[in-house]
């Protein structure tokens, strides 16, 4: 009997090139064996008077079509294609996860629940505040995927930072998916 532990990978997904690129490099982290939560945090926003009636006069206007402006379904349609996108580079276990919240709760919450190994998120030149915050007090590795370069940046906590002022890339990271 194999005890090993399948390795969990939660991931940030938001829809953005930065996104896409996490996705590509957590599919290969993961591999076959492991497991990627694919998270999105969803913010409930407030509209007004004018902007619901301009939302009715576009939903008469789409007819059938118009279920493309609720905000759910534009949400699933970023997890699809994350899902996809992750397929795309090998067999892996995704798991969609929707939540309403602001990103650092739930992605810190979803991996805590999670028992992830690593939190994986897109970016673009070097480790965000979001992502630092997250090093420091998710209790998991923190990876940030920079969109223009592939470059694969470890988000340190406070303490070791001290030490230096500057990131520092391990890597780089091919996002085409390979082929057969």
Known sequence: MNNERVPRVVL??????A???AVAY???????????????????????AWSRREEHAWADAL???AHQLADAWQITEIQREAREAAQAHGPVSTHEVIREGDP??????VCDEMRADQLVLGG???PSRLA????KQSGVDVVVIDSASGLVIPVEPARARRATSTWSPVG?????????
Do not use: I, K
């Open 26 to 48: 957590a599919s290969m982290v993961t591999g076959v064996r492991g497991e990627m939560m694919l998270v999105s945090a969803v913010r409930r926003t407030r509209r007004s």
């Open 12 to 17: 940030g997904v938001s829809g953005t090139d």
């Open 63 to 65: 007819g059938a079509d």
């Open 124 to 126: 673009n030149g070097g």
């Open 172 to 180: 780089r990271v091919s996002m085409a998916p390979e082929r057969a």
């Open 19 to 21: 996104s896409a690129n």
């Open 132 to 135: 630092r915050r997250l090093g």
């Open 104 to 109: 650092f709760t739930v992605l810190r919450d």
